[in-house]
């Protein structure tokens, strides 16, 4: 027989899930009542509203895909790209990847600018791709590499693409709720994120957003979406602004409970104090690690607050640190991905874990296993540097 | 400011979501950890074992999809099936309808079987399909049909596919935990199923089962599955039987917590024991319903025990009866689908829904409003006629 399942308590310092907080586990197990009830329906439009406040914008089609951040990619590529048509994709890392396999498995043409992973999407490129390739229906790009812990300029970006008449698509993944983020006033036309990164909630649902311009084209399609399940016209008949909806399929009620209520956690800080949260608990982290004698992969301006690729030398074993930190000190911090395997960690600082006494923590448990390691530093200078942010603030 | 959302609580007898056992609810609520934390690697063992448990089978590839049922659909067809091939498909209710959308949007061509809604498959022109369309690569069927309450003959349509060297390809959304499910036994080669049925978990995964030859057909396929979060040999990198896990998408983490406690508590209580406790309690509301004049969709032999299809007179307002329920008895029923809206109602009785609490609450709340609205019934005749079922057994 198997027992029931008692998972250990763990602080999520990694490339997400990060840490929920106690009010939305509470959220999430409230009773399950029918997706087509009228107070679920009511708990729907809610959900809409606060969706629009995060993204920032009016758009109509807002609405979080039942399932994880990946099948909000394939939303956003399946429903606005036809087979034959072609999409620049700009990459920078491991998720500009999986954008040109979505580009590919919808029968498009990907046109890839690639740049360095741990450099920002170079406009110029981006620019030069859009004058080439002035048959392109869309250029996407990362706002936040999770890969490597870049910013790209997302405005600059999408002002290049309306410039070119061509759609914007942009993933949000690790961005949302962590860094500034304006899809009407950046005129994004396509957006996906994911719950369990800065908006803390527990992984498995994609919030969306589709500009009216986006909207059109999917309107415009000759082919139908090749997935039914993510198919939007069809989604929309059931989260629509219709008074009736038609029942497409079963929601996962609970698990919108508690995005529900990571929004409403949201509202009442206020988006842009969430914005300057996650900002300070990055310069206090930065101030640490490099009191240990750390860098970081990324170029100062370009620096996620929320997801930190801290670079180490080569003496030290990655895996040892990272299951000593785990296994010592229930503390969670993330590997290198892709061809960044072995040379980086990526320490997140990403919504409920983003604040003083988890910064302190991992500070504290890192710096005492690389010195039990015999890397030489002082997990008491790290932070005391950390504690001396805070205080100039 | 949008406030928390607290859900009023209701007694779920639609066709799913089913109330769900508050052990789960608490499992659900457990703290987040890492999709990649080996605790949770080593639970996803369990869980698949516990899933080829419920589903009887040793298949290898047995895993919960990251998303609701119909995804599961789409992750069995979008896998096996190619543009250009031919698919069997069995139609005697809404799921039919959707099979067929799912081959058709895999670039492959529907041949239909149909029967009557309320009626099984007809094995016999299942087989006449076959005979006449040998180049068929698969035979796709809903083993119960959740539009309708009728249950086919899964052992004898998939007798038949294998005597034609074809895949069955079986819908057992609302059968899995229900009423009796053999995959290896009846030689099912790709099934998929729900979580929020009979196995009284929250809506939002899908748990699927693929045999060892319909492996060999994804193996052997020459194009990419058009999905890339679906494609089940990368999900299976994760999943996967090897010591390393490559990272596929983000697992929804609290979601397979409450899967893996809806698991635990039907192997305690015994699959067999919940077929049999599904057909006391169907029996049981049968003998009320009845004692109210009303009559059943389904002939007696082919009704599934977990969803019973209810017959009322046109002179009853359907609207009202269920939303009478709601409002007064906080009960879901469920409304007809498709030809059968205005017909019937759907009455659940899935997982934990299905005990003689519900039963005994149903029967009252319901002869009580029918009486209300000027039909002729006796609301305690038909609780003492399901009573003396429970009692006779």
Redesign the interface.
């Known amino acids: 027989?198997?027992?029931?399942?008692?998972?250990?308590?763990?602080t999520?310092m990694?490339p997400?899930?990060s840490?929920?907080n106690p009010?939305i586990?509470?959220?999430?197990?409230?009773?399950?009542?029918?997706?087509l009830?009228?107070?679920?329906i009511g708990?729907m439009d809610?959900l809409k509203?606060?969706l629009q406040y995060a993204f920032r914008t009016e758009n109509a089609l807002t609405i979080p895909v039942?399932?994880?951040?990946?099948?909000g990619?394939?939303t956003v590529f399946?429903n606005l790209i036809e087979p034959g048509e072609k999409v620049i994709v700009c990459q920078n890392g491991v998720f500009g990847g999986?954008m040109k396999?979505?580009v590919?498995?919808?029968g498009a043409t990907p046109i890839m600018v690639e740049d360095e992973w741990g450099a920002p999407v170079d406009p110029g490129k981006a620019e030069q791709a859009l004058n080439t390739h002035p048959d392109a229906i869309a250029i996407a790009f990362v706002h936040a590499e999770t890969s490597t812990g870049v910013r790209s300029d997302a405005e600059t970006l999408c002002g290049l693409a309306r410039r070119a008449d061509c759609l914007s698509i942009v993933d949000a993944v690790t961005s949302l709720g962590g860094i500034q983020l304006e899809v009407d006033t950046w005129g994004i036309d396509a957006i996906y994120s994911?719950t369990?990164k800065c908006l803390s909630c527990?992984?498995?649902l994609s919030p969306v957003s589709f500009s009216e311009k986006a909207v059109q084209k999917i309107r415009r399609r000759k082919s139908?979406?090749?997935?039914?399940?993510l198919d939007a016209s069809l989604v929309m008949g059931y989260w629509g602004g219709e008074t009736k909806r038609a029942?497409?399929?079963?929601?996962?009620?609970?698990?919108l409970?508690a995005l529900?209520?990571a929004?409403?956690i949201l509202?009442?800080e206020g988006l842009e104090n969430a914005w300057q949260r996650h900002a300070q608990n990055h310069a206090a982290l930065v101030a640490g690690i490099e009191a240990m004698g750390l860098g970081f992969l990324v170029d100062k301006p370009w620096r996620l607050p929320q997801l930190n690729a801290v670079e180490f030398p080569d003496s030290l074993n990655d895996a040892d640190v990272r299951s000593n930190l785990?296994n010592h000190y229930n503390l969670?911090i993330g590997a290198g991905?892709g061809v960044l395997a072995g040379k980086v960690w990526r320490i997140g600082l990403m919504g409920f874990s983003s604040n003083r006494v988890n910064v302190n923590q991992c500070l504290l448990a890192l710096g005492t296993v690389l010195s039990t390691m015999g890397y030489n530093c002082d997990p008491s200078a790290a932070t005391t540097a950390a504690n001396a942010v805070y205080s100039s603030q």
């Open positions: 027989m198997i027992a029931s399942f008692h998972p250990p308590v763990r999520l990694g997400g899930p840490d929920v009010r586990l509470e959220a999430l197990s409230r009773p399950t009542i029918g997706h009830d009228p107070a679920f708990m809610e509203r606060l039942s399932a994880p951040g990946s099948a990619m394939e399946t999986r396999e979505n590919e498995r919808c994911g369990q527990i992984p498995g139908k979406v090749q997935s039914w399940f029942y497409h399929h079963t929601a996962p009620v609970n698990s409970y529900h209520e929004l409403v509202q009442e785990l969670e991905l």
